[in-house]
């Protein structure tokens, strides 16, 4: 594993590997033992959009192995004002030892780990939050004790977050349906090879309009915002179209009734969640925010120091 900028890319082996350093370094951490492998390393970190988890876990987790953990605003860089990816790549490249990216263009994260030489983890592109699929599936694994066979059903927008999470539950062989409005679909090459990583899983992947037929006997429900970062002037239209696909009472009582709820924050309550649902009994949203530190550090730890 060179990088990390999509799930489809690491083999089912890695993805285990992942999964059970995170849960190792979850454990350790909070049993006061340091795992320092990252001392003496630096990891750039940039961020053309906002974030409160995604910087705030990084930097924490960084520190945590030992490492330091630069903040780099891309406004406040040459790259605002028009320098290339590919110069910045390699001028990066022989400061730090890594490099974390939270932007727009996918591409422009392809192409920092292209040109550069450090391992690049995706830190969010407007198609896919890996970091995020990865803590998902860990909250997943901890309140279920599994994930192979479990159903994942995500109802809203086919954004990066569900792009994600087609990516892990397909690694992962769990099944996972995905309810859209028409138009506001998935990206069909993603679906695609989510299709071919469940058929070596044995899982089943459903895209379908219908949030019931989603929902329906599901183990863990998920949603997300209905407006993501860059889609601001689009609020309104969008939240006409999605309202009949808010996760409320009603939809949840479809799931099965130990069924977890997800969101990867930040959640608008009243629009694709309701209070009485993320506020309730059976939504594990700050186990999943907490879980993007751990998930991170095991990404960082294998990246930066070959640890398995
Ligand atoms: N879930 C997530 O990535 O949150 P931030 O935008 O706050 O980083
Ligand atoms: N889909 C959201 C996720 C935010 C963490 C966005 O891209 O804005």
Known sequence: MKHFISIHDITGEEFQQLMDLA???????????????????????????????????????????????????????????????????????????????RTYAHQDVLDLAKYGTVPVINGLTDLLHPCQAMADLMTVYEHKGALKGLKLAYVGDGNNVAHSLLYACAKAGMDMSVATPAGYTCNEEIVANAKMDAKATGSNIVITNDPVEAVQGADVVCTDTWVSMGQEAEKAERIKIFKDYQVN????????????????????????????????????????????LHAQKAVMAMLMAGEK
């Open 23 to 101: 849960l190792k370094l979850k454990k350790e951490t909070k049993a006061g033992i340091a795992h320092p492998v990252l001392k003496g390393k630096t990891l750039g970190m940039i961020f053309t959009k906002s974030s409160t988890r995604t910087r705030i876990s990084f930097e924490v987790g960084m520190y945590q192995l030992g490492g330091h953990p630069m903040f780099l605003s891309a406004n406040d860089m040459q790259l605002g004002r028009g320098e290339s990816i590919y110069d910045t790549a390699n001028v990066m490249s022989r400061f730090v030892d890594g490099i974390m990216i």
């Open 249 to 292: 009472a009603q939809l949840f009582g479809k799931a099965k009734e130990d069924a977890i709820f997800i969101h990867c924050l930040p959640a608008y309550r009243g629009y694709e969640v309701t209070e009485e649902i993320i506020d309730g009994p059976r939504s594990v949203i700050f186990d999943e925010a907490e879980n993007r």
